[in-house]
């Protein structure tokens, strides 16, 4: 059981994942390749891992096969050949279930499905991307500088076009005042030139009173 089971699970999932290139190739290289229809897309992880499960239990079951079953307890076979095979059969019905519900309960537990379909959307995500992916190089000081010197790189540059904005912003405002100050010394000259000339009336209007009263 142990390389070829081990092959059989291996070729099975890369079968499941789209990678055996067997019947897929054959199919996909006809000698007019115009009208060959679209690749299927490929399994996602989680099928994939059940693909695999499934594998290990048939790969499971086929080792412990009902002859080498017999071959283990052939005295009891022979007096009882029936029973033997119907506690053989129970007792690989109960091993897969218990397999089954093991690996179940792990997949709850760890939350895989979940984890899978995380998985497959950020390669799927990934695929449009044109930066290369971040791989850890090993240094840790290379590390933290390669994933942080283009972030703060790119923080400066946000920053830089916020003091633009803001500085072009205060210009403008710095402009407004000097135009409303500008305006202001204006209005206070009008009202200014307005008094004197109200003033000046106000004192004629005064002389034409007192001449007026000396007339009389």
């Not at 059989?8 to 789209?18: E, H």
């Not at 499905?113 to 695929?127: H, M, P, R």
Request: glycine share 10%; net charge negative; charged share 25%.
């Amino acid at each position: 059981m142990g390389s070829g089971g081990g092959g059989g699970a291996l070729r099975a999932m890369a079968a499941a994942a789209g990678g055996d290139g067997g019947a897929g190739g054959a199919e996909g290289g006809g000698a007019d390749g115009g009208d060959e229809p679209a690749l299927a897309a490929a399994p996602g992880r989680a099928e994939v891992f059940s693909t695999v499960v499934d594998t290990f239990l048939e790969k499971l079951v086929a080792a412990g096969s009902y002859q080498r079953f017999v071959s283990c307890y052939r005295c009891f076979y022979k007096l009882q050949p029936q029973l033997t095979r119907s506690i053989y059969d129970q007792f690989i019905s109960q091993l897969q279930t218990s397999i089954k519900e093991e690996i179940q309960e792990v997949k709850n537990e760890g939350n895989l499905e979940g984890l899978f379909s995380l998985l497959d959307k950020i390669v799927e995500e990934a695929k449009d991307r044109e930066e290369p992916a971040w791989r850890p190089s090993g240094v840790p000081a290379r590390d933290v500088r390669s994933a942080l010197v283009p972030f703060l790189l790119r923080h400066r540059s946000h920053l830089r076009r916020a003091l633009q904005e803001r500085q072009h912003r205060s210009s403008s405002l710095a402009q407004e005042v000097l135009k409303g100050r500008d305006s202001i010394a204006e209005l206070q000259q009008v009202i200014q030139a307005r008094q004197e000339a109200w003033q000046a009336i106000t004192k004629e209007q005064r002389e034409l009173i007192v001449a007026l009263q000396e007339l009389q």
